[in-house]
């Protein structure tokens, strides 16, 4: 009889702290089996600024999801986010031995050695190298050289990296909980496993998770992972931007743009919209969007720029999936296809039982996406050692299409 696998995803966000307990059945479905969360304190663009605060927080989600899966918790899959996250996409080649001509575990290990052979900025480590294609002596998008015949091996790599120390200072805050980390994981690698089809990423889609801090993205083609990064922006800049300019709380601001504003400019109603809390005061809907629109612009702008440049806006057949807390916000899909000139889709929820309201919300998309992650991850590969070999066999999750 196939085992049961518990799994835990932790996403210490910008605004909310999330752990998500999964059990992954023998025939591959998943069970959330309960979830602990907590507003994030000590949490600034998605990195950790106060440790002592954000155990507090991790402390009080750690007991919640305890409590309601009835799961003792030791290990979790940790998800990281950051503007020091970057990425970018290399090549590795080399000749297979004339004696031997089959190509062998060791020979992908090489070329992905050789790939990953790329400048960095030293105080950086990688978190991922994802495959997107091999070749074998010129034969475009071989899935799977092993055991092939050939003498030129290639394969094309999306990389991952960020601070070394900014992501060691994450595992460290878990650690002293005292939590073990299984594995680190981009945010929106995690949330395209729950929020992305196979149908989606051979077709070409661009996922955009926008949190309160961060708004992260990654980009599919062909089935391969051939963008992704962060960006500092998310939607508590704009209540903040909100607050400022109203000359009010940023908790009354919060209420105004979650009840009443719209970042999009189109089919406004216009009229006074009453402050609560602030007697007398009102806002001019028209004011209120603009407000709001200024900076949805601003972020989506940066997110599509180097998209653009790169000619990958074009390929996205199957267009710009939202997800994350604040692309709940009203609005945000009318300025997305204003920037990009791409349809968004409506993130689909993911096939896997427990809480409905879970994989309805995208809020969760990261966390539960851990728990598909790791599912993926044990299906590839024998377990090794934590931490170890951060990445080693992601390629396969995400490769060529499959």
């Keep these: 009889m196939a085992v049961s696998n518990i799994y835990v995803g932790l996403e210490i966000g910008t605004s909310k702290v999330c752990m998500v307990v999964g059990e992954v059945r023998g025939d591959g479905a998943i069970k959330i089996l309960g979830v602990g969360q907590h507003p994030a304190a000590g949490v600034r663009k998605g990195e950790i600024v ?43 080649t080399i000749r297979v031995a004339d004696e031997q001509m089959e190509i062998n ?4 290990e090489e070329v992905k050695k050789i790939a990953r052979d790329v400048p960095v900025p030293k105080e950086n480590g990688y978190i991922h190298s994802i495959i997107q294609h ?35 200072n994450s595992i460290k805050c878990v650690r002293e909980v005292p939590l073990e980390v299984e594995d680190i994981v981009f ?52 209540t903040n931007d909100i607050a400022l300019v109203l000359k009010i709380p940023l908790a009354r601001a919060e209420k105004l743009k979650v009840n009443h504003g719209s970042a999009s400019l189109k089919n406004i ?11 007398g005061k009102t806002v001019e809907q028209e004011l209120l969007n603009q407000i709001m629109n200024a900076r949805a612009t601003e972020l989506l702008s940066v997110v599509a720029e180097p998209l653009q440049k790169q000619g990958l806006l074009e390929k996205l057949g199957k267009g710009i999936f939202l997800t994350g807390g604040s692309s709940l916000m009203t609005g945000i899909g009318d300025v997305a296809e204003d920037i990009f000139g791409i349809p968004v889709q409506k ?17 969760y998309a990261t966390p539960v996406g851990l728990i598909r992650y790791a599912q993926l991850l044990d299906e590839q590969r024998p377990k090794k050692g934590t931490l170890s070999k951060l990445g080693k066999s992601f390629e396969r999750i995400f490769g060529g299409g499959r």
């Design 134 to 168: 091999y070749y074998v002596d010129g034969q475009e998008k071989v899935l799977n050289p092993l055991g092939m015949l050939g003498q030129k091996l290639e394969a094309d790599y999306h990389i991952i990296h960020g601070v070394k120390t900014r992501i060691q």
């Design 347 to 363: 993130a689909g929820s993911a096939a896997m039982s427990g809480p409905s309201a879970l994989f309805e919300n995208p809020q």
């Design 50 to 92: 106060d440790p002592e605060t954000v155990q507090t927080c991790l402390h009080d989600a750690l007991a919640r999801a305890e409590e309601r899966s009835d799961v003792e918790v030791n290990t979790v899959f940790l998800a990281v986010t950051g503007s020091h996250i970057q990425s970018l996409n290399n090549r590795g």
């Design 187 to 238: 945010s929106p690698v995690a949330a395209a496993q729950v929020v992305l089809n196979r149908e989606a990423k051979n077709e070409g889609a661009l996922l955009i998770d926008v949190g309160g801090g961060t708004t992260d993205y990654i980009c599919f083609v062909d089935g391969a992972v051939v963008a992704s990064g962060c960006v500092p922006i998310g939607g508590d800049h704009i």
């Design 269 to 279: 109603e216009h009229g006074e919209i009453a402050i609560e809390g602030e007697s």
């Design 105 to 108: 575990g060791e020979d992908l």
